[in-house]
């Protein structure tokens, strides 16, 4: 067993305090490894078995004009602050929260 801990794809550059932070895009996205795995080949087949995932924090989605899983459903400007969506995690009912960057995010509705 191991426990692996990432950050989100923006490298933790855009929260609900810094929303329009410019983060360096071509350095980006931690969260897709790699992990070595030992007398593991190239073209092997792994088998995985994920324990547990533990989110923390606050998510974020950035969408372009024509780019971004949401960019049908959010962006209709350029404006950051308009083709930004945070995700707010409920713990408790486990449910997840889409939200819009508003004013109560520093620098929100700019």
Request: net charge negative.
């Amino acid at each position: 067993n191991f426990v692996v801990e990432t950050i989100d794809c923006f490298g933790g550059a855009i929260t609900p305090d810094n929303p329009l932070a410019d983060p360096p895009y071509r350095t980006l996205n931690p969260v897709t490894g790699p992990i070595y795995i030992e007398g593991a080949h190239v073209g092997d087949v792994l088998a995985v078995t994920m324990h547990d995932i533990i989110p923390e924090g606050v998510g974020v989605a950035r969408c372009g004009t024509s780019s971004g899983q949401l960019a049908h459903h959010v962006c209709r400007s350029k404006s950051l602050s308009d083709c930004t969506r945070f995700f707010d995690l409920d713990e408790e009912r486990k449910v997840v929260t889409m939200r819009e960057c508003t004013s109560h995010d520093n620098g929100g509705n700019r």
